[in-house]
């Protein structure tokens, strides 16, 4: 959808090693979002993006830290895994149009043990 | 708090009946946002309304802003249809999004 390709699509990691996600899209969209996805709840915010070095951070941040180099790339780096990080991760964008449609990726499904 | 919350939670239905997804939310907002899940699979968009009613195929979705309730329909359901539905509220106070937790819905052959 929207050209946006997350990888890897599965990882599995042991407690404190520093994971990073990749989001990758080809729309040269403005706005770029990480969420998570757990049972019982909503896709929770992580950080986003709105341009080029210019992020923020979500209602769950802790934990989590982004980079945008690129207007294609933003990345999603958990510095020392915890278990409570396991979960499937969706990257999605957004163009700068007002009231653009957001745009998902498939997910990465994260594993901490 | 819940900013957006749907109902219901879980539907099982026929094929060929027609149901109803429901969305109310309590944040002011530009637009509103249905998306589709399928089991182990990504988010789809289906429709963002900030008015009235829009129609694609066997889905139907409307707004009404004055009760900030929005609704979902889907007509001769079929077991395709199967998945997990997410209502997504655009906030006008900045660039962000409140997410419901999502109908899964099963329609049986």
């Known amino acids: 959808d929207a050209g946006i390709t997350q990888s890897p699509r599965h990882k599995v990691t042991e407690t404190g090693t520093p994971v990073t996600l990749r989001c990758h899209q080809t729309e040269n969209h403005r706005y770029m979002y990480w969420y998570r996805q757990d049972p019982g709840h909503g896709l929770r915010l992580i950080h986003y993006?709105?341009?080029?070095?210019?992020?923020d951070k979500g209602e769950v941040s802790d934990g989590y830290s982004v980079s945008r180099s690129k207007t294609e790339d933003f990345l999603l780096t958990l510095e020392s895994a915890t278990s409570s990080q396991t979960s499937v991760y969706f990257c999605?964008?957004?163009?700068?149009?007002?009231?653009?449609?957001?745009?998902f990726g498939n997910g990465t499904r994260l594993t901490v043990t | 708090k819940n900013e957006v919350e749907q109902s219901p939670q879980n539907l099982t239905a026929q094929e060929g009946e027609f149901i109803t997804i429901n969305c109310s939310y309590s944040v002011g907002i530009s637009a509103l946002h249905w998306l589709q899940q399928h089991p182990g699979g990504g988010i789809v968009s289906l429709f963002m309304l900030s008015s009235g009613k829009k129609k694609h195929g066997r889905l139907i979705a409307t707004i009404n802003i004055q009760e900030k309730h929005s609704s979902l329909h889907i007509t001769a359901s079929h077991p395709r249809d199967s998945a997990v539905y997410i209502c997504a509220a655009d906030s006008n106070t900045g660039n962000q999004f409140y997410f419901g937790t999502g109908t899964s819905l099963t329609v049986i052959p």
């Open positions: 993006s709105y341009g080029v070095k210019d992020t």
């Open positions: 999605a964008t957004r163009g700068q149009k007002h009231n653009s449609p957001l745009h």
